[in-house]
T-cell receptor
Framework: GAVVSQHPSRVICKSGTSVKIECRSL??????MFWYRQFPKQSLMLMAT?????????EQGVEKDKFLINHASLTLSTLTVTSAHPEDSSFYIC?????????????FGPGTRLTVL | DAKTTQPPSMDCAEGRAANLPCNHS???????VYWYRQIHSQGPQYIIH???NNETNEMASLIITEDRKSSTLILPHATLRDTAVYYC?????????????FGAGTQVVVTP
């Protein structure tokens, strides 16, 4: 089946540094990808919609200047957490829908665990 | 506002059927019911979805009541690997495609 990969799977960084997370659709093209964030013992929260060739769309309350999204190709979206702080520590998950009609073909990546010291 | 209500947790014995309820009393006629699950520290996995009729696939069965106000996900023979958080999601064709709103879900623990 279709696969979405994320890299890195885990990252630990110092406060104030920037971290880039990659999301790749391995055997299908995705003009749109989604980025979610999940804090411990909480549900997934949609952060933004990544659009190939155009600006990302951010959910209310998500700082676009802090969470930079680049969707440079049909198989790659990147999320950069700029000037990371401990409160940004979370599990970041991307997804790519394979169909306009049914989310049954929406594929999720394995997630990236970010820890900011 | 949450479109679905699920019990926070449920235990199930290995080999037995697990019946996971979901209440979606405000569902509209063109909205689908989707089920995903998330095993600890992994990305969510699609299970099944339906509109009106009951559905079955290799993973589970979905039973939707006639008035569509509730549904039940059935795992016919639960295994330890089915331990996960199960999310019931209501999504309509007019919702931004591919965009899913996750609720709190049900933590299912399958015990030996």
């Amino acid at each position: 089946g279709a696969v979405v990969s994320q890299h890195p799977s885990r990252v630990i960084c110092k406060s104030g540094t920037s971290v880039k997370i990659e999301c790749r659709s391995l055997d299908f093209q995705a003009t749109t990808m989604f980025w979610y964030r999940q804090f411990p013992k909480q549900s997934l929260m949609l952060m933004a919609t990544s659009n190939e060739g155009s600006k990302a769309t951010y959910e209310q309350g998500v700082e676009k200047d802090k969470f930079l999204i680049n969707h440079a190709s049909l198989t790659l979206s990147t999320l950069t957490v700029t000037s990371a702080h401990p409160e940004d520590s979370s599990f970041y998950i991307c997804s790519a829908p394979g169909s306009r009609v049914h989310a049954d073909t929406q594929y999720f990546g394995p997630g990236t665990r970010l820890t900011v010291l | 506002d949450a479109k679905t209500t699920q019990p926070p947790s449920m235990d199930c014995a290995e080999g037995r059927a697990a019946n996971l309820p979901c209440n979606h009393s405000t569902i509209s006629g063109n909205e689908y019911v989707y089920w995903y699950r998330q095993i600890h520290s992994q990305g969510p996995q699609y299970i099944i979805h339906g509109l009106k009729n009951n559905e079955t696939n290799e993973m589970a069965s979905l039973i939707i009541t006639e008035d569509r106000k509730s549904s039940t996900l059935i795992l016919p023979h639960a295994t330890l690997r089915d331990t996960a958080v199960y999310y019931c999601i209501v999504r309509g064709p007019t919702d931004s495609w591919g965009k899913l709103q996750f609720g709190a879900g049900t933590q299912v623990v399958v015990t030996p």
